[in-house]
Nanobody, 115 residues
């Protein structure tokens, strides 16, 4: 079965860190551009970071720049989103997306930042 699976979400206090994983099953992520998105309650889904499939170049939206980092481990067929200095406004369901010859979405993982 071809799919993406996110993991690593949870409850964390403000200022804490989490690392999300996006693992591919049934296909290789090698050439895929990977994007991380999030959707907070009552808000639209927004793209927050991406990493290219070729050069490995990365991009971040201003709201997470300097706090989040995206990386890929092709040997593990996984892309990571390291989230540091988390804020309550980072609370959302986080999704990953893989785009190249096909377009895949994961099912999402909940991140809650609260004291």
């Amino acid at each position: 079965q071809l799919r993406l699976v996110e993991s690593g979400g949870g409850l964390v206090q403000p200022g804490g860190s989490l690392r999300l994983s996006c693992a591919a099953s049934g296909f290789s992520l090698d050439h895929y551009a990977i994007g991380w998105f999030r959707q907070a309650p009552g808000k639209e889904r927004e793209g927050i970071s991406c990493i290219s499939g070729s050069s490995g170049s990365t991009n971040f939206v201003d709201s997470v720049k300097g706090r989040f980092n995206i990386s890929r481990d092709n040997a593990k067929n996984t892309v990571y989103l390291q989230m540091n200095s988390l804020k309550p406004e980072d609370t959302a369901v986080y999704y990953c997306r893989a785009q190249w010859r096909r377009d895949y979405w994961g099912q999402g993982t909940q991140v809650t930042v609260s004291s």
